[in-house]
């Protein structure tokens, strides 16, 4: 009797330590240094030298979430949700075939409208967009915008516009405008912005509306 104790005991330790991922929603893939490794479901068997392992966690329209699970865990079975990518909802990108965000556009101004009118024009887009600017530098040409932050669940995302006087070949006014975007987690406000390659759907008008109000492409 004591053999049979001893014997499995012996296969107990013996035997690789197995803990399964579940993950919500239940299409998200599962990544393992780099390969994929599931979809939705992933059990992790660890070997005697192993102490965790670290995993990915990606799905459209979620946030991606990188994850530790560790061999001490007493649970066979754990389960992880990704938070909705609500920036990602509410924003446009190159998938959706639009590239605004973060890209300089020439507006070559309209013959016939005087500086004056073209300054008025831009600045009252600029605030009716942005409410409040840091640069209106009628001398130099350069109007900048505050940033304009929208907080999600999970998310923070900022923009600012940033307009800039240029010249065409043949000294007509133009200008050089941009829409900075960027975005951090929210969760952690000591995280640094960065930049974000998807430009809120809010701010979609905004070129097209220079273009129409000031520029020659009507």
Not at 89 to 108: C, H, M, P, Y
Request: hydrophobic fraction near 35%; aromatic fraction near 10%.
């Amino acid at each position: 009797m004591a053999y049979v104790i001893c014997m499995s005991a012996c296969i107990s330790a013996y035997a690789a330590k197995k803990i399964t991922v579940h993950v919500i929603p239940e299409d998200a893939t599962i990544y393992r240094d780099g390969m994929e490794v599931g979809n939705g479901i992933y059990t992790v068997e660890f070997k005697k030298d192993m102490e965790f392992v670290t995993l990915r966690l990606e799905a459209p329209g979620y946030i991606s979430k990188r994850i530790t699970v560790r061999k001490d865990n007493p649970k066979k079975e754990i389960m992880f949700r990704l938070a909705e990518d609500e920036a990602m909802s509410n924003s446009i990108g190159s998938e959706d075939g639009s590239e605004l965000a973060n890209k300089w556009f020439d507006v070559t101004c309209r013959k016939g409208l005087t500086e004056d009118v073209i300054w008025k024009r831009l600045i009252n887009i600029a605030i009716s967009n942005f409410e409040e600017l840091e640069v209106r530098d009628k001398s130099a040409g350069w109007i900048r915008s505050a940033w304009v932050v929208k907080h999600f669940k999970n998310q923070d995302v900022r923009t600012r516009l940033e307009i800039r006087l240029s010249f065409s070949d043949d000294d007509t006014p133009s200008y050089k405008v941009r829409l900075i975007s960027e975005i951090k987690e929210s969760k952690d406000s000591k995280n640094a912005y960065s930049k974000y390659d998807r430009l809120l759907k809010v701010y979609e008008p905004v070129i097209t509306e220079l273009q129409t109000t000031v520029g020659s492409n009507l």
